[in-house]
């Protein structure tokens, strides 16, 4: 599934025995996620599944049911399921209709991956905290606000550029996208007025434990009509059992990393890390696919992103980081000499500062240059240039 890890964010558990490091559970979230789309991406576009993104998104909600079962009857990361008083009136009334909007985010957002590359689809989902913000006004959530408002305008401007300058635009893909984030937007806001107002709190285990069934069943009432009679089941074979059986795990994995990154850290290190993560899918995807990235584009996304981190960081806590980093930057830049012979010399270690940051900016100019074909250009040149020399090489 595209984008699989739930949004509500619960009780932390508590932690046993020797304690993880909170950079293991934000690698192997970022791992997850980014592998998830990446391999779905593959899948859909090399392995015959070009026609049945609802089928494969209906084999990750079954291998989900399943799983979760398993690991309720056998493992203790279910046990938050014990905290929430679910009776039939409360699945009914809320289980069901947010398991059929999740059901319709993953459809979309696995069937926008038919037309739209997945760099343009990062860039589109910037704008998914502005659909949750009008849809939490439309229900009278949370009060409207200039200020919001004002915020809400910049994000969408940036993706509207990011929107201009893509090169290959679809306008299915693009509503396939729209579509996705309106259906996520109103399904997280219906669990905060279903379920937390009843103080029914789930981590995203334990809501994919109630939800995947819906799920499961939705999609398969979608996929019979939709995508059944087009579908070569030879192409199953053709695919490979166990290469599907290892797609199911990576995305249930990421749910999977998802509690543990939930009870490892804080609002503030999730929204960053989020994203860290879709700026890192960017880039594998113009490394991978040779994406196309314009300047218009790349412009967009920038002042998407910064409209994000100041929606969701607020500039306080902005400044509060920065200094923090530059503080300790410049601790470790700064750090006086002593005679400890596992500290390297200053000299060198600025000389390793340098180096480090300079390689990184060349590493993002040449990206971008690659990403907008100019580094392309320039290299076929070069390889154009070699080979009419070596071709006017006279032989004897």
């Not at 959530?141 to 809400?152: A, G, Q």
């Not at 790349?298 to 002042?303: I, L, N």
Request: with cysteine.
């Amino acid at each position: 599934m595209a984008d699989e890890e739930t949004g509500q964010a619960t009780e932390k558990p508590q932690p046993a025995g020797r304690s993880v490091h909170p950079i293991v559970h934000i690698t192997s979230w970022i791992f997850f996620s980014n592998l998830t789309i990446l391999f779905n991406k593959w899948l859909i576009d090399n392995r015959g599944f070009t026609c049945a993104a609802v089928i494969l998104t209906c084999w990750h909600l079954i291998f989900a049911t399943v799983a979760t079962q398993i690991l309720a009857k056998t493992t203790h990361l279910l046990d938050g399921r014990k905290n929430v008083k679910m009776t039939g009136k409360l699945y009914l009334r809320a289980i069901v209709p947010i398991g059929l909007l999740y059901s319709a985010s993953l459809v979309c957002s696995n069937m926008v991956y038919l037309y739209l590359s997945v760099a343009f689809i990062q860039m589109l989902k910037s704008a998914a905290p502005v659909a949750v913000l009008l849809t939490s006004w439309a229900w009278r959530v949370e009060d409207p606000s200039l200020k919001r408002l004002f915020n809400v305008l910049f994000i969408v401007g940036g993706v509207a550029l990011a929107s201009f300058g893509e090169i290959d635009f679809s306008l299915t893909g693009f509503l396939f996208q729209i579509g996705g984030i309106i259906f996520e937007a109103v399904r997280l806001v219906m669990i905060q007025v279903l379920l937390s107002e009843d103080g029914q709190k789930m981590d995203p285990l334990v809501s994919l434990y109630y939800y995947a069934p819906v799920c499961a069943l939705m999609n398969i009432l979608i996929a019979i009509p939709s995508e059944a009679n087009s579908f070569d089941f030879a192409d199953l074979a053709k695919c490979g059992y166990w290469l599907l059986l290892l797609n199911a795990m990576v995305a249930f994995m990421l749910n999977v990393s998802s509690v543990f990154l939930i009870g490892k850290t804080s609002s503030l290190v999730m929204t960053l890390t989020g994203i860290l993560k879709n700026i890192l899918l960017v880039v594998a995807s113009v490394m991978i696919w040779h994406t196309s990235i314009t300047p218009l584009q790349f412009c967009g996304y920038a002042v998407a992103l910064a409209g994000l981190v100041y929606y969701s960081v607020g500039w306080e806590q902005i400044t509060g980081v920065s200094s923090a980093i530059w503080l300790w930057i410049r601790s470790l830049w700064e750090a006086p000499t002593r005679a400890d012979e596992s500290r390297l010399p200053p000299a060198f270690r600025r000389a390793l500062f340098m180096t480090l940051g300079t390689l990184t900016v060349v590493i993002l100019v040449a990206g971008a240059l690659y990403g907008t074909g100019t580094g392309a250009n320039a290299v076929a040149a070069v390889q154009a240039s070699l080979s009419g020399a070596a071709g006017g090489t006279p032989t004897s």
